[in-house]
């Protein structure tokens, strides 16, 4: 299963972190992949489902995702699938000075034909987490 993790800071507060990575529609502004990510069903809370559209190595590819815990302000968890997919992003923040530190994870497993695309995805992965993260640090240091 392929998977990677990265920490960074930013100078959002916990609150403001949380609440921006536990509403996904945010997506669009953080993930380089996302074209459209829209609320399909729920208030936000525990269940909630969005519709992501994404591009991923060259493929345009559909997944919803479900909104799988809620801990606020330190922990989300988002779980998307299709077919032939199933993807965790789970977001840690704990304080740190006067921002936040945010740990972000990304597993992703496939099945079906997919399921060869795993290790080119694993060597994929360092790649778009760097990209990720800038954009994720951005997106949350305008919070404030």
Request: with cysteine; net charge negative; proline share 5%.
């Amino acid at each position: 299963m392929p998977s990677v993790s990265r920490t960074f800071s930013t100078v959002a507060t916990p609150d403001a972190a949380y609440a921006y990575l536990a509403d996904f529609t945010h997506a669009e502004e953080w993930d380089p992949g996302t074209q459209t990510c829209e609320r399909t069903s729920g208030d936000g809370g525990v269940g909630t489902t969005y519709r992501n559209v994404s591009t991923f190595l060259g493929r345009e590819v559909e997944i919803t995702y479900t909104t799988a815990e809620l801990a606020p302000p330190t922990r989300v968890h988002l779980r998307g699938t299709n077919e032939q997919f199933e993807g965790h992003d789970i977001f840690e923040i704990t304080a740190a000075g006067r921002g936040s530190q945010v740990r972000y994870t990304a597993e992703m497993s496939f099945s079906g034909l997919s399921r060869f695309a795993s290790p080119v995805v694993a060597a994929y992965l360092p790649i778009l987490a760097r990209k990720t993260v800038d954009q994720l640090r951005a997106s949350l240091d305008r919070q404030v």
